[in-house]
């Protein structure tokens, strides 16, 4: 089945600077792929997702990108904010396959002030 | 807020008790599915269901089981609990069968 490695596990940055968060799959079928951040107490939010047949995607601060050849896909956060410290969890998953969505081990991220 | 709901928030019971936690999709949503979380494990998929048929199964234990009910809400039954089922439980929904999940609060749930 599919496996997705997720680095770093933890990750300190300063308020302001940009945070790059990088996970790996195995299943070179897997097709989509989300980002969702878990703050403390609460269930995982979807913050962005990106689709095999896309490169990169943004969304205002928060940008993905996605290496097919190297089953590489990674999430980058500018101008980081107090309110970005989470949990932020990658996951992949193969549509028209056995459509399991399998995540990360998860980074936790702390914007120092 | 996603839009599911899961109750209980909170639950607390004893070894080979059994507990049924409780979920609604989002409005429209077909797809229902469960997940655990723990400490060591991660978020691990349980089970899937679509309008009311199982869709795809993970890492469930016998011991578990979940059905989804006409109306698309789902239940997860879960019996002979042991101290290691202690984990967050969480629900997502989508609207079809392969498409964005979106994740509920979570039932936390201790077995002592």
């Known amino acids: 089945g599919e496996n997705v490695e997720q680095h770093p596990s933890t990750l300190s940055v300063q308020e302001g600077d940009s945070a790059v968060i990088k996970c790996t799959y195995s299943?070179?079928?897997?097709?989509?792929f989300p980002w969702y951040k878990q703050e403390l107490g609460k269930g995982p939010q979807l913050i962005i997702d990106?689709?095999?047949?896309?490169g990169e995607k943004k969304d205002q601060r928060i940008a993905v990108t996605l290496n097919k050849t190297a089953k590489h896909f990674s999430l980058h956060i500018t101008e980081t904010q107090p309110e970005d410290s989470a949990v932020y969890f990658c996951?992949?998953?193969?549509?028209?396959?056995?459509?399991?969505?399998?995540f990360g081990t998860g980074t936790r991220l702390t914007i120092i002030p | 807020d996603s839009g599911v709901t899961q109750t209980p928030k909170h639950l607390i019971t004893a070894t080979g008790q059994r507990v049924t936690l409780r979920c609604s999709p989002r409005?429209?949503?077909?797809?229902v599915y469960w997940y655990q979380q723990s400490l060591d494990q991660g978020l691990q998929f349980l089970i899937q269901?679509?309008?009311?048929?199982?869709?795809a199964k993970g890492n469930i234990l016998e011991r578990f089981s979940a059905q989804q009910f006409p109306d698309l809400h789902s239940e997860l039954n879960l019996s002979s609990l042991e101290l290691g089922d202690s984990a967050l439980y969480f629900c997502?929904?989508?609207?079809?069968?392969?498409?964005?999940?979106?994740f509920g609060p979570g039932t936390r749930l201790l077995v002592l």
């Open positions: 990106i689709r095999s047949n896309v």
């Open positions: 409005s429209g949503d077909l797809s």
């Open positions: 996951a992949a998953i193969t549509y028209f396959g056995n459509e399991k969505l399998t």
């Open positions: 299943d070179s079928a897997s097709n989509y």
């Open positions: 997502a929904s989508s609207v079809g069968r392969r498409e964005t999940q979106y």
């Open positions: 269901y679509y309008n009311g048929e199982e869709r």
